[in-house]
């Protein structure tokens, strides 16, 4: 008992830390790892799991959360659609009806195209969607009227049920400046909630921050649907910038970089894979 409270304690004196360092980095959404050192994932030091349960469960953690780090709302999805078009990838016809279609997402590899099964309903310890060749897939639903266009993937049997997209989650060692040539930097695709088209990273409650106590930035429309139903990956970073980005499958986690020799260089070994869109037969 003693020991659990103790623990309480340590995980509070742990966050107000990181509400202070926070504070001074609001819009950047970088969580050094409290050892200084570049992991992928946080390492147990900079897990904050007990936190992460307290601010789920206690209203008056998540009173504060929402006062301290979730002050941005969820815009309209007629909000993102009232977008410029000349923001988005490509500038194609205006759309036409919308055409809610069902499926799932198929992860092949990007170098010879072997399946590695489907992108899975579950996560995994750190709150990421990675690749599951059982029955357990991750149902997802998208607008397939929306070819060569910015798309949100929305889902519907995601393990966290009231986090409604699949979204784009700022890499927990990143440094301030995004995805680009030359950078490590990377994003790990988990669940979360509807941003806008053509925004940048902003706060908002996401399967990460949920399993690990720390705040990320996320975006949810991060991918564009091509004619064949590949879903190519599209990033905007803090500063307006789009970068070519490449999806991988590292420490079997979906992810983005902007840099492939780079971030195996940090990281370690990657598959790269393509995405592609695969409609539930009837
Ligand atoms: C946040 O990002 C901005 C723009 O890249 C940079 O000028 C600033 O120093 C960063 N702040 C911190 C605390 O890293
Ligand atoms: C999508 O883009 C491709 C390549 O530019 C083009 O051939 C195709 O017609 C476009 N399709 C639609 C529906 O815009
Ligand atoms: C993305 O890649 C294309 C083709 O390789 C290149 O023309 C373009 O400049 C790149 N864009 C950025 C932002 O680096």
Not at 46 to 69: N, Y
Not at 100 to 115: E, K, N, V
Not at 187 to 201: D, E
């Amino acid at each position: 008992m003693r020991f659990e409270l103790l623990q309480v304690a340590q995980a509070i004196a742990l966050f107000s830390t990181s509400v202070l360092a926070s504070g001074t980095s609001s819009s950047n959404f970088t969580t050094p790892g409290s050892l200084g050192i570049l992991r992928f994932n946080p390492g147990a030091e900079d897990m904050h799991t007990i936190l992460a349960r307290a601010e789920r469960e206690t209203p008056q953690w998540q009173g504060f959360v929402r006062g301290k780090r979730l002050p941005l709302g969820v815009p309209s999805t007629s909000e993102s659609r009232s977008t410029p078009s000349n923001l988005t990838p490509r500038a194609g016809p205006p759309p036409g009806p919308s055409e809610a279609t069902i499926g799932y997402l198929h992860i092949r590899s990007a170098l010879d195209g072997t399946s590695l099964g489907y992108a899975a309903s579950a996560f995994n310890s750190f709150g990421e969607y990675g690749p599951t060749t059982s029955s357990q897939r991750l149902k997802v639903t998208i607008d397939t009227s929306m070819v060569n266009q910015t798309i949100s993937i929305a889902t519907t049997n995601g393990q966290d049920a009231d986090l409604l997209f699949m979204v784009g989650i700022t890499g927990f060692s990143n440094d301030a400046s995004g995805l680009n040539p030359g950078k490590y930097n990377y994003v790990y695709v988990g669940a979360g909630g509807q941003t806008a088209v053509n925004v940048s990273p902003r706060s908002g409650d996401n399967s990460f921050s949920r399993a690990t106590g720390n705040p990320e930035g996320i975006e949810s429309a991060i991918f564009v649907l091509q004619s064949n139903f590949d879903i190519v990956p599209f990033w905007i970073n803090g500063d307006g910038s789009k970068p070519n980005t490449s999806l991988g499958l590292h420490e079997n986690v979906l992810f983005l970089t902007g840099d492939q020799d780079i971030f195996v260089k940090t990281f370690g070994s990657v598959t790269w894979v393509i995405l592609s869109f695969e409609p539930e037969l009837n």
